[in-house]
């Protein structure tokens, strides 16, 4: 028989799907076409049990109902035994649970008890215990057969204690008791046939319908009930029924199959003799046949997912009942899910599939659960646990501290980046995308999508930890593994940086910034900037061009501005610090000030964050210095007349402003900060970079380049047709930017909160330039989310114009020390001083010298022909006027000796 061909419609009512129960519209089931089937094979079995008595057919028959946890099969069993509760030829039997049995019950005596109670209740019903009723002889009968079958039951497994070796010494008991054990128990299945069919011949029924679920739960509990369906339950007459998870199963008889070939065997030939593989493969074909014989593959029913049937089966399945929604009118779930994802932030139709694709693949338990839960974002903070309810047992086994994401949401961020190290997936993973093939590490990440975008709603700060701590860690990661890189990981980065600790996000960038001046070496950092030395002494006549020379005598909002994207990264062996004004360190004290909006403590959190930290590099053979606390400018205070109170009240304004911002999604914020970095890495190097010489024209093009990502993944995120977006990343003028913001203002376009409150951000409008022929400008005061009046109060305060004086040639070429007066020496050849040395090493690694002119020669003339190829090309490197033969000689041993378990210097001979 076909099956039917016409569109299932399913409507799934929330607030009667909570619990397993039958349905009593069958059409409303779930799995109603996997329905259908299982009763035409019950009406099949029914229409032929008669001809198969007849026939002496010993059946093995079981349909089984696989699927995974929560995809409904205790449903699919209710409702089936349901559907034959008064069935004219049929005796359903209520769904079996072999967990729920005693301890000590055994599984065929739960069925003999069930069908005794058929016939008991059958008896009561119709008086056949009157001696004058006509069944009442046939009732002696039936019971003589039920003791019949008794005596072969204590000799099944678990039901009671088997017969011992004293037990058969005693040849009076061996010809009483034992014997007639023997042969009951040998002759159990056909007393338990007979015992069957008087039961059947009474309560006036063809056959009997036994249905067990959750055989696959315990293992000690589901082996027996496979046993008894191979060995006993085996007469036309019983229809067997039984669900579980297929992989279970699987596992069961696997166990079961190992426990039978016993240790000493195992131990002797598997392990001992090396034949390990052969018995798994014997395991494996003893579990295929015996799941064949038990199970059949022919009557097996597989319980699809929601996804599963509305793209194949092509059923119209509705939800009802979701809690706040208005007139509670069913809707397609595909369309519901998506609503419901756009109260997260997935709004992108194209997007938004992939999470559809997911969500409709969970089982169906977890779905219920999940959509039962208010609409998330208008929760109190309190429900963060119920919203994530239905993906705890996930996050528990991927080891996620759930409860510390919760209760401080600064750490969502460092919990969900451990998570994504820990699996190894920070390069695909970042973006919390549920498109792995490992379903608990999707649902991992569906939650933490859910929780992030939940808690930034109420925390605007998450949005740049997340860029910063997550997104930026996964472009760094890109550096860090290139094949030819030989210092530096991501797990020493975080640890380094302190990214897992409730740490000031600046220093978090300041750290980081430092880590990779170590690993990366002369190599640039995508988005910093180094600056020229700084001149502090009176002695030194001042330096045009010097970033501290222009910033002296300006005004303290000016100078608050100028340092907020500065730090100083402290080489770990010498005077020597590197200048990186990067826009990174920008973004981060964007994040810490809308904390210290929070917890209204601008006035005192903007002096801080002013104040330049330098940070300790690595020396990745010797270690790190403790971390440094010196300033570059005096700390000061802030008046209430001080300019620098149009930051604090423009950041409030744009803070206060961020209610009004639709939800976001990590996926966007993933999004924007990778083409963010790749903008810059183009940026840092196109040709025409040779053109920019100063550090206002640069530093106003990354911000351009940051509002551009912004407005395009924006602009994509909400709108699926965008004709005339150019998804180019800028370069080094605006026309790019431009044309994104008047696509940007069409009355076609949805609408983009989020890029119009970034936009808008105090921070990022005082660093750009204004001048009478940008074009640019006048489209960004009517795009913004401020009134226009305010933007350009803002722009007019912007400190370009100081920044443009700053040059950026030198620090192109050279790298040098913080003062001046204290400008370090080369380090000397000849000294024994362990920092001396490493010096020597390091500024030889960086003058690519090879290992191999300092390994020990195999005569006087080869050692003679090295050492004069040292002295003429890196004599220079040193404070000395030559190189003389013993110099080099003790440096060789020392290299070769006590020097060669220096990781730097191993490292050196293995990249010769």
């Not at 119709?126 to 008794?150: F, G, T």
């Not at 007979?194 to 009997?208: A, Q």
């Not at 208008?378 to 991927?398: A, R, T, V």
């Not at 809308?594 to 330098?614: C, F, H, P, W, Y």
């Amino acid at each position: 028989m076909n099956e039917p061909t016409k569109t299932q419609t399913i409507l799934i009512d929330l607030q009667e799907s909570s619990n397993a129960k039958n349905f009593k519209d069958e059409a409303n089931l779930i799995h109603y076409r996997e329905f259908e089937r299982a009763k035409r094979w019950i009406e099949h079995r029914i229409d032929h049990i008669d001809s198969q008595r007849e026939a002496g057919v010993r059946m093995a028959d079981t349909i089984s109902i696989f699927g995974s946890r929560g995809s409904g099969k205790t449903t699919f069993l209710l409702s089936l035994v349901k559907r034959y509760e008064n069935h004219p030829d049929l005796a359903a039997i209520r769904v079996i649970d072999p967990t729920l049995i005693e301890e000590k019950g055994h599984i065929f005596l739960t069925i003999l008890t069930q069908i005794k109670k058929l016939v008991k209740n059958h008896r009561s019903l119709n008086c056949c215990d009157r001696i004058e009723h006509p069944d009442h002889l046939k009732e002696k009968c039936w019971e003589q057969k039920l003791q019949e079958l008794a005596a072969g039951l204590p000799t099944i497994d678990g039901v009671t204690r088997s017969i011992n070796e004293s037990d058969w010494q005693d040849a009076q008991y061996i010809m009483k008791k034992g014997l007639t054990s023997v042969q009951a128990a040998f002759e159990l299945e056909e007393r338990f046939n007979r015992f069957l069919d008087m039961s059947l011949e009474i309560i006036g029924k063809k056959g009997i319908l036994l249905a067990f679920d959750d055989v696959d739960i315990d293992f000690t509990r589901g082996w027996p009930v496979l046993e008894t369906l191979r060995k006993y339950l085996t007469s036309p007459r019983i229809i067997t029924v039984i669900s579980g998870d297929l992989k279970l199963f699987s596992k069961a008889i696997r166990k079961m199959q190992w426990k039978n070939f016993g240790k000493a065997l195992l131990k002797n030939e598997g392990e001992d003799l090396k034949k390990m593989e052969e018995y798994n493969s014997l395991v494996t074909e003893m579990e295929s046949q015996y799941l064949q014989k038990v199970l059949k593959p022919e009557r097996r029913i597989h319980l699809n997912s929601i996804y599963e049937k509305i793209c194949i089966a092509k059923a119209d399945i509705r939800i009802k009942g979701f809690p706040g929604s208005p007139g509670n009118a069913p809707k397609p779930i595909t369309e519901f899910y998506r609503n419901y994802l756009e109260t997260f932030g997935i709004r992108n139709r194209y997007q938004a599939e992939s999470y559809i694709q997911f969500l409709e693949s969970l089982p169906i338990r977890t779905q219920i659960q999940l959509l039962n839960q208010p609409g998330a974002l208008n929760d109190p903070l309190g429900e963060s646990n119920n919203l994530l309810s239905p993906f705890m047992s996930d996050l528990l086994e991927k080891r996620v501290d759930i409860d510390l994401a919760i209760n401080n949401p600064k750490l969502i961020t460092s919990v969900t980046l451990q998570l994504l190290i820990r699996e190894k997936d920070l390069a695909t993973g970042y973006q919390l995308q549920p498109t792995t093939t490992d379903n608990s590490l999707n649902n991992s990440y569906m939650a933490l999508t859910m929780l992030l975008s939940r808690r930034s709603r109420d925390t605007p700060y998450l949005l740049f930890d997340f860029m910063l701590k997550i997104a930026y860690m996964q472009n760094l990661w890109g550096s860090l593994s290139q094949p030819n890189r030989t210092q530096g990981t991501i797990e020493g980065l975080c640890q380094h940086a302190g990214v897992y600790q409730e740490r000031v996000l600046r220093d978090i960038m300041g750290s980081t910034i430092a880590y990779m001046e170590s690993a990366l070496g002369t190599d640039t950092i995508v988005g910093s900037i180094p600056l020229p030395a700084f001149q502090y002494s009176r002695r030194t006549p001042d330096a045009k061009g010097r970033f501290d020379i222009v910033f002296r005598n300006a005004e303290h909002y000016q100078q608050v501005l100028a340092y907020l994207p500065l730090s100083l990264s402290q080489y770990p062996h010498k005077n020597e610090v590197i200048r990186n004004f990067s826009i990174y360190t920008l973004l981060s004290t964007i994040g810490e000030f809308a904390e210290k909006i929070r917890l209204n403590d601008m006035k005192r959190g903007i002096v801080e964050l002013s104040q330049v930290r330098t940070y300790p590099m690595l020396s990745f053979g010797l270690g790190a210095k403790e971390e440094l606390g010196s300033r570059l400018i005096d700390q000061f205070e802030l008046s209430e007349n001080d300019n620098s109170d149009t930051i604090i009240q423009a950041f409030r304004s744009w803070i206060d402003a961020y209610g009004q911002v639709a939800a976001v999604a990590p996926h966007m914020l993933g999004k924007i900060a990778t083409r963010f970095y790749f903008s810059l890495k183009n940026m840092m190097t196109d040709d025409g970079l040779e053109s920019i010489d100063n550090l206002g024209d640069l530093f106003h093009m990354q911000i351009i380049a940051f509002m551009n990502t912004v407005l395009i993944e924006d602009i994509r995120e909400n709108n699926e047709e965008i004709a005339g977006l150019n998804i180019n990343n800028t370069r080094l003028d605006e026309r790019i930017f431009v044309q994104n913001l008047k696509v940007a203002q069409r009355e076609t376009i949805r609408q983009t909160s989020f890029s119009r409150w970034m936009l808008a951000c105090p921070l990022l409008l005082m660093y750009l330039r204004r001048e009478s022929n940008d074009q640019y400008y006048e489209l960004l005061k009517t795009y913004i989310s401020d009134p226009a009046e305010q933007t350009e109060k803002l722009i007019k305060r912007s400190i370009h114009k100081q920044l443009k004086q700053v040059l950026l040639k030198e620090s192109k070429i050279s790298r040098n020390p913080a003062n001046a007066d204290d400008m370090p020496k080369k380090p000397k050849f000849r000294s024994t001083k362990a920092f001396e040395r490493m010096a020597v090493i390091e500024a030889l690694i960086e003058a690519g010298a090879s290992f191999n002119l300092f390994r020990i020669g195999t005569s006087v003339k080869e050692t003679q022909q090295m050492n004069e190829t040292i002295r003429r090309k890196y004599t220079s490197l040193f404070e000395e006027k030559e190189l003389t033969s013993e110099q080099i000689r003790d440096f060789r041993k020392y290299l070769n000796g006590s020097g060669s378990n220096l990781p730097i210097v191993a490292r050196w001979k293995q990249h010769q």
